[in-house]
C-alpha cells in the first residue's frame, strides 16, 4: 500500500504514513485502560443490599462481562470499594479502616439508600452516609438497587477511571470538598 | 437410652485410583463440560433488559394533567407519611386561585427507599413511581432531585376526575346564582 492520503481513514489526513499501524497511546491512558477493565471491589457487605450484590455477580447479571468478577476480601488486592448496606456507627470504624487498607488507587461506591444517606435510619447508632468517613465516587439510590444499578454504577466507575478524574486528585485527596449538605 | 435415628457410617478408606484424585477432577470437568452445552442465562445488560412489571416501583416523579397543570396541591400528605422523609415541599399561591401549588419539592433519591406510600396517599394522583431504576449520581447534591427534574420524569398523565375543571366552572355561576350548597361550602373552607 502507498501511503498516499486518500488511503487514510477520515480525520487522519495529512498524518504520518506509519499511523496506519501503529497505535500510538499515553502510558496514562494505557494503565487507566487496564485498570478500567480490571477493576476488583471490594465487598464490604454490610445489610441486605450484598444480597443484591451477590446477584451482580451470578451468572444471570454477570459482571465478569466488565471484568469486576474478582471478588477480593482481603483489601491489599481490592481497588474498588463498594460498600452494600447500613453503616452502624460500630461498624463505621472497620470501614475506614479496610478503606485505608486499600491500595491507591482506588475507588468507592455506595450502593442504596442506608450507605448513601443512612436511608431511613435516621437514628444514633447509624452514620448519615458512608461518605462522612470516606470519600465516594458514585451514589446508587434504590433499597436495594436492582444488579443493573450497580453494573451501571461500575460503569460509572469505569468512565471514571478512564477520565482519569482521580489521576489529579490523589494527592489532593484531603482537599476533597466536603459533601453536599442539603436535606439529609 | 435408645438411640434415635440412624447414624452415619464413616466413609470407607479411599483405594489408590481415589488417592490420585483423578475420578473427582473427571466429575467436576464433565459438570463444566455439561454446563457449557446449556441454555445460556446472562442477561447482557446494557443492551437487553428485563421487561418490568406495570406496579414496578422505580424513582418517583410527579406528574401533570392533560392541561400541562401541576396536579400537587401541595397538602404536605407524602412529606408526612414518606418513610425516611426524603420529600421536602414548600407551598405557594398558584394563579387559578382556588388551590395552591409547590414551590419547592425536593426529593432525596438517596433516602428513598422507592416503597410507594407517596403514591399510595396522594389524594390528587399527583405522585407516581416510574420505572427508573439505573440512576446512579457522582454526588449528593446532584441526587436531591427539584421540582422541575421530578416534573420532567413524570410527564403527563389524563387527570379522570376534572377536579379544575369543576372548580373554576363553579367559582363563576355561584356568586351570583348563590346556591346554598356551594355557599356553605364556601364558609366551610
Known amino acids: ?90 461498624m463505621a470504624p472497620a470501614v475506614k479502616r479496610i478503606f485505608d487498607q486499600m491500595p491507591e488507587p482506588k475507588w468507592v461506591i455506595s450502593m442504596g439508600a442506608c450507605a448513601s444517606s443512612g436511608g431511613m435510619f435516621r437514628s444514633y ?25 450497580l453494573i451501571e454504577g461500575i460503569m460509572r466507575v469505569q468512565q471514571l477511571v478512564e477520565e482519569g478524574a482521580r489521576a489529579a486528585q490523589t494527592g489532593a485527596r484531603a482537599g476533597r470538598p466536603a459533601p453536599a449538605a442539603g436535606t439529609r | 437410652m435408645p438411640v434415635s435415628g440412624k447414624p452415619v457410617a464413616r466413609p470407607a478408606r479411599p483405594g489408590l485410583l481415589e488417592f490420585t484424585y483423578l475420578p473427582s477432577i473427571l466429575k467436576g470437568m464433565w ?27 422505580g424513582l418517583p416523579a410527579l406528574v401533570r394533567d392533560e392541561e400541562e397543570r401541576v396536579k400537587c396541591v401541595a397538602c ?60 446512579v449520581g457522582l454526588n449528593r447534591a446532584e441526587m436531591i432531585f427539584p421540582k ?16 379544575w375543571q369543576r372548580l373554576t366552572s363553579k367559582q363563576g355561576p355561584s356568586e351570583t346564582a348563590h346556591e346554598p350548597v356551594c355557599a356553605g361550602r364556601g364558609t366551610a373552607r
Open chain 1, 1 to 90: 500500500m502507498n501511503g498516499t492520503p486518500r488511503d487514510l481513514p477520515a480525520g487522519m489526513e495529512g498524518s504520518h504514513e506509519l499511523e496506519q499501524w501503529i497505535l500510538t497511546t499515553r502510558l496514562a491512558d494505557y494503565v487507566a485502560w487496564g485498570r478500567k477493565n480490571s477493576l476488583w471491589p471490594m465487598p464490604m457487605g454490610l445489610a441486605c443490599c450484598a444480597i443484591e450484590l451477590m446477584a451482580m455477580v451470578a451468572p444471570r447479571y454477570d459482571v465478569a462481562r466488565f471484568g469486576a468478577e474478582a471478588l477480593r476480601f482481603s483489601p491489599r488486592q481490592a481497588d474498588l470499594m463498594i460498600v452494600a448496606g447500613t453503616v452502624t456507627k460500630k
Open chain 1, 125 to 149: 447508632p447509624v452514620v448519615q452516609g458512608v461518605d462522612e468517613i470516606i470519600p465516594v465516587d458514585v451514589y446508587i439510590p434504590g433499597c436495594p438497587p436492582r444488579p443493573e444499578a
Open chain 2, 76 to 135: 404536605f400528605l407524602c412529606e408526612y407519611v414518606c418513610p425516611p422523609k426524603a420529600i421536602h415541599i414548600e407551598a405557594q399561591e398558584i394563579q387559578t386561585g382556588v388551590e395552591k401549588g409547590p414551590r419547592v419539592f425536593e426529593i432525596n433519591m438517596l433516602r428513598c427507599i422507592m416503597c410507594g406510600y407517596c403514591e399510595e396517599v396522594c389524594p390528587e394522583q399527583a405522585i407516581f413511581l416510574t420505572k427508573e431504576y439505573t440512576t
Open chain 2, 148 to 163: 422541575e427534574k421530578l416534573l420532567e420524569m413524570g410527564g403527563i398523565r389524563p387527570d379522570p376526575i376534572k377536579k
Open chain 2, 31 to 57: 459438570i463444566t463440560l455439561r454446563h457449557m452445552f446449556r441454555p445460556k442465562v446472562t442477561m447482557q445488560y446494557p443492551e437487553q433488559r428485563w421487561s418490568l412489571p406495570d406496579n414496578y416501583r
